[in-house]
């Protein structure tokens, strides 16, 4: 069955620090990948996508990178600010030709400190 | 504009009995979905509508949960006889298209569902 995995440990860095966080995937061959954040009591939003044709893609201070041979994502703040401590999720979907039913992992929760 | 809205934003019921749970659309959204989201753990995709039909529901865990849309406005989420094992936070998202070219999906705050 299709797996998602991201680091279930909470990643703790410095202000002003680069934060990497990683996506892996199993048995799926997703058109798409995305990145949400999701602060506590709240839905996620969505931050970026990436298609499978794309090796990188930019937003701002963020970087989400697409490995479809190694089957991963990672996900780089930069210059990370306290702000930008939350939760961030990554999830696939079917992209064209199907609907845009989301699969989900369980997310890496960043602390990020003065 | 207004975003998705939900309500309630938590419901604290007794074990068997039966919830409705809401969700309010981004007007002109033709794309709904219902996810789950248990304590610590990742969003499990329940149900999705494209207008008022669902032509996915594989994610319903059980023949107690059903879902209604009316029209291409509020869903609906039911929940009976609930169990313990149903207390999660309930999400509810909405995009232009569910189909075709990717549609940025929006969420909802959730409604927190405690089962006692």
């Known amino acids: 069955s299709q797996k998602i995995e991201q680091n279930s440990e909470a990643l703790n860095i410095q202000e002003g620090k680069t934060a990497t966080l990683t996506c892996n995937y199993t048995n799926y061959s997703p058109a798409y990948l995305q990145w949400y954040r999701q602060d506590p009591g709240r839905g996620p939003v969505f931050l970026l996508l990436i298609r499978e044709n794309e090796k990188e893609k930019r937003k701002e201070r963020l970087k989400v990178t697409f490995d479809t041979t190694l089957k991963q994502s990672l996900f780089h703040i930069t210059a990370s600010q306290p702000a930008d401590s939350a939760t961030y999720l990554c999830a696939l979907d079917r992209g064209p030709g199907g609907y845009n039913k989301l699969i989900f992992g369980a997310g890496t929760r960043l602390a990020v400190h003065p | 504009g207004a975003g998705v809205s939900q309500s309630p934003s938590n419901k604290v019921t007794e074990k068997g009995k039966d919830v409705e749970l809401r969700c309010d659309p981004i007007s002109g959204h033709t794309a709904?979905?219902?996810?789950?989201?248990?304590?610590?753990?990742?969003?499990?995709?329940?149900?999705?509508?494209?207008?008022?039909?669902?032509?996915?529901?594989?994610?319903?865990?059980?023949?107690?949960?059903?879902?209604?849309?009316?029209?291409?406005?509020?869903?609906?989420?039911?929940?009976?006889?609930?169990?313990?094992?149903?207390?999660?936070?309930?999400?509810?998202?909405?995009?232009?298209?569910?189909?075709?070219?990717?549609?940025?999906?929006f969420f909802g705050p959730g409604t927190r569902l405690t089962v006692l």
């Not at chain 2, 669902?54 to 059980?62: F, N, Q, T, W, Y």
């Open chain 2, 32 to 105: 709904l979905y219902w996810y789950r989201q248990r304590l610590g753990q990742g969003l499990e995709f329940l149900i999705y509508f494209q207008g008022n039909s669902a032509p996915d529901k594989s994610g319903l865990p059980s023949d107690r949960f059903s879902a209604e849309r009316t029209g291409e406005s509020v869903s609906t989420l039911t929940i009976q006889r609930t169990q313990q094992e149903d207390s999660a936070v309930y999400l509810c998202a909405s995009s232009l298209s569910g189909s075709g070219s990717y549609n940025e999906q």
